[in-house]
């Protein structure tokens, strides 16, 4: 399975950070998988971001779920990552990744990341 994100690159403040994964050599359908959303900032660890499972179903984190959807385009297995009301406090490299767990820091595919900055 391979993973790969889009490169939006800079973001003004309050503006809508959205990212696509497209997945290849694997399907998002793929019973009991999940399909993630992580970011790592300068200096911090790795911060999960909320969750699609193969059903559609989605979760996010308590703290960015107001601002945070995903969603998919399953005729192009892909999956999208929109942040509202960003902030320079979102500038990160953003992942998408895989797996059979809902929540882990380890997933088994992952994409290559992508920086995100955010500011004027």
């Known amino acids: 399975v391979q993973l790969l994100e889009s490169v939006p690159g800079l973001v003004n403040p309050s503006q809508t950070l959205s990212l696509t994964c497209t997945v290849s050599?694997?399907?998002?359908?793929?019973?009991?998988?999940?399909w993630p959303w992580l970011r790592q900032s300068p200096g911090k660890g790795l911060e999960w971001i909320g969750v699609?499972?193969?059903?559609?179903?989605?979760y996010y984190s308590p703290s960015l779920k107001s601002r945070t959807s995903i969603t998919r385009n399953t005729s192009k297995n892909q999956f999208f990552l929109q942040l509202n009301s960003v902030t320079p406090e979102d500038t990160a490299v953003y992942y998408c990744?895989?797996?059979?767990?809902?929540?882990?820091?380890?997933?088994?595919?992952w994409g290559q990341g992508t920086q995100v900055t955010v500011s004027t």
């Open positions: 050599r694997g399907s998002i359908t793929t019973k009991d998988y999940w």
């Open positions: 990744a895989g797996g059979e767990e809902r929540i882990t820091s380890g997933y088994d595919y």
């Open positions: 699609m499972a193969y059903t559609g179903d989605t």
